[in-house]
């Protein structure tokens, strides 16, 4: 199967998945949106309210947020790939439990096999702890690393900025780097970089490449 796909086909599983107690309250499950060449992948925690409703990731008000957000960093949403850790919404948005957690990697871990994004964008600390565990996201946050062949941008949830106004500035600034960060990504991926390559004005180079936490198996 190519991509496109792969991509429906874990959509569609998704949509009729009873592995957790998750599905017992959902309305509509919300794998993902975004073409299958997308080179930015975003992760965000799990649907809230209005994802639940149209099936869809990132639809309420900080959808709209990470939209502006996206702008801001020279991209579109058209052109990204929007999913999260959790593919239900857990009851009254509380935090997903582990066992939920579990149970959705093998569909994000496909997802993420056959997209390969360049850059993958974290929202939220469940979404950061997935890629880098046992860190602080105030202390990480708009710090890309490399893990293998990605590039992994550690970024506050859009969620947070509306309820602590204060993150609002914090998450601008650090999308308003995104597009010099692909273009990094993109040197890194087609062939060696400097780590001085970057342009004037562009956001910290990434640290150093580190190993992924063990891959859980693929569905296909």
């Known amino acids: 199967m190519d991509t496109a796909e792969v991509l429906h086909e874990v ?4 949509k009729r998945c009873v592995r957790c107690d998750l599905h017992f309250s959902r309305k509509n499950a919300v794998p993902g949106e975004g073409p299958a060449n997308a080179e930015i992948m975003l992760i965000g925690e799990a649907p809230g309210f209005y994802e639940n409703e149209q099936g869809r990731p990132f639809v309420g008000s900080s959808g709209k947020f990470l939209g502006e957000l996206l702008q801001k960093g020279g991209i579109t949403r058209e052109e990204v790939f929007i999913t999260n850790i959790v593919k239900c919404r857990p009851p009254a948005n509380r935090d997903p439990l582990p066992e939920e957690l579990a149970t959705c990697n093998d569909y994000l871990e496909t997802q993420m096999n056959a997209l390969n994004p360049l850059v993958i964008v974290t929202l939220g600390r469940f979404s950061l702890a997935r890629f880098i565990p046992n860190v602080r996201i105030s202390d990480v946050h708009g710090k890309p690393r490399w893990i293998k062949e990605q590039l992994i941008i550690p970024m506050y949830h859009p969620a947070a900025a509306l309820h602590q106004p204060a993150l609002r500035s914090v ?10 960060w692909v273009k990094q990504a993109r040197q890194k991926r087609g062939g ?3 780590s001085t390559s970057h342009p004037t004005g562009a956001g910290p180079a990434p640290e150093k490449r580190e190993e992924n936490p063990p891959a859980q198996p693929s569905l296909f």
């Open 192 to 194: 060696p970089a400097s």
């Open 171 to 180: 998450l601008e600034r650090d999308f308003s780097h995104l597009m010099e």
């Open 11 to 14: 959509a569609e599983q998704v």
